[in-house]
């Protein structure tokens, strides 16, 4: 999404989920009453990117589920001012909620962790439906969606989840890059 421009990242502490492999554990799984803060009202957040010649505003590091109504209003004046709003998420939130962000998100980077249920279950304490369900939602209210995935040897490398990971996305969202950290 906009390849080559600038963006103003922010996020807070905490997560949603509690996946065992988490690359930003420090902050996703940091107790709020021992983190530092930089105080950012939303309303300040356009300001700000605008000032570091941003485009657009990512809600990232930790997931925006967690902070979902400071997230919403940020993406809100944000839009307002001009910019553009991508969510970097796990993608588990419920249905309406979402569908109420989606109305001022421009993009979003879903992490598909896996396709098995029992791996979300068992390594991110959670379950696969929800993520499955953020992504067509979001593309069906006309978010540019795209997919990354955190390959772990041992765990979600195999041939067969692989290929039931690129067989859905292929399926369901036809078109989208797909990012592969390892």
Not at 15 to 40: M, Y
Not at 119 to 128: D, H, K, M, Q, V
Request: proline share 5%.
């Amino acid at each position: 999404f906009l390849p080559a421009t600038r963006v103003f990242s922010l996020a807070t502490v905490g997560c949603n989920l509690h996946c065992k492999n988490c690359q930003n554990w420090e902050i996703s799984q940091l107790d709020p009453e021992n983190a530092s803060a930089v105080p950012l009202s939303p309303s300040d957040i356009a300001t700000h990117a605008k000032r570091a010649d941003c485009v657009s505003v990512a809600y990232t590091y930790t997931d925006p589920s967690v902070y979902y109504e400071y997230a919403l209003d940020g993406c809100i004046k944000v839009r307002e001012a001009g910019l553009k709003n991508v969510l970097v998420t796990a993608g588990y939130l419920n249905e309406k909620p979402l569908r109420e962000i989606c109305k001022h998100v421009d993009a979003a980077t879903i992490d598909l962790k896996a396709m098995s249920d029992k791996f979300y279950r068992e390594i991110c304490g959670a379950t696969l439906a929800p993520v499955l369900n953020y992504f067509i939602v979001s593309k069906s209210l006309g978010v540019h969606v795209e997919a990354s995935n955190l390959v772990i040897p041992g765990l979600n490398d195999s041939d067969e989840e692989l290929g039931a990971l690129c067989k859905w996305i292929k399926e369901n969202d036809q078109g989208r890059p797909w990012f592969n950290a390892t």
